[in-house]
Nanobody
Framework: QVQFVESGGGLVQSGGSLRLSCAASGRIVRIDTMGWYRQAPGKQRELVASETSGGDTKYADSVKGRFTISRDNAKNTVYLQMNSLKPEDTAVYYC????????????????????WGKGGIVTVDS
């Protein structure tokens, strides 16, 4: 079973910075893509940033130039450095991992599903 430990959310003033981290645990062999989605009140969940195991990154237009995603593949951990935060960045941020290979009860599993963390709140105060 794959689980996630997320940290780094909280309250910050507009223009400030936060760093989110998300560590996947379990008998993981490989994770193709890790990243972050967010969901603001009354809005749909949207992709913030993602990074493949090969280092290809993708960002939402609204965060380009302000947010930076990075990964430590050896630790199955993904980070999101958020700078120049704006009130509109306020949301619940969810870590996710896609296309995993892992052991479950000594059975090697390869699936294309999205595995999700529980989410952490980021509040940017104007």
């Amino acid at each position: 079973q794959v689980q996630f430990v997320e940290s780094g959310g909280g309250l910050v003033q507009s223009g400030g910075s936060l760093r989110l981290s998300c560590a996947a645990s379990g008998r993981i062999v490989r994770i193709d893509t890790m990243g972050w989605y967010r969901q603001a009140p009354g809005k749909q969940r949207e992709l913030v940033a993602s990074e493949t195991s090969g280092g290809d990154t993708k960002y939402a237009d609204s965060v380009k130039g302000r947010f930076t995603i990075s990964r430590d593949n050896a630790k199955n951990t993904v980070y999101l450095q958020m700078n120049s935060l704006k009130p509109e960045d306020t949301a619940v941020y969810y870590c996710y991992a896609r296309r995993l290979v892992y052991y479950e009860y000594d059975v090697l599993v390869a699936d294309g599903e999205d595995h999700w963390g529980k989410g952490g709140i980021v509040t940017v105060d104007s």
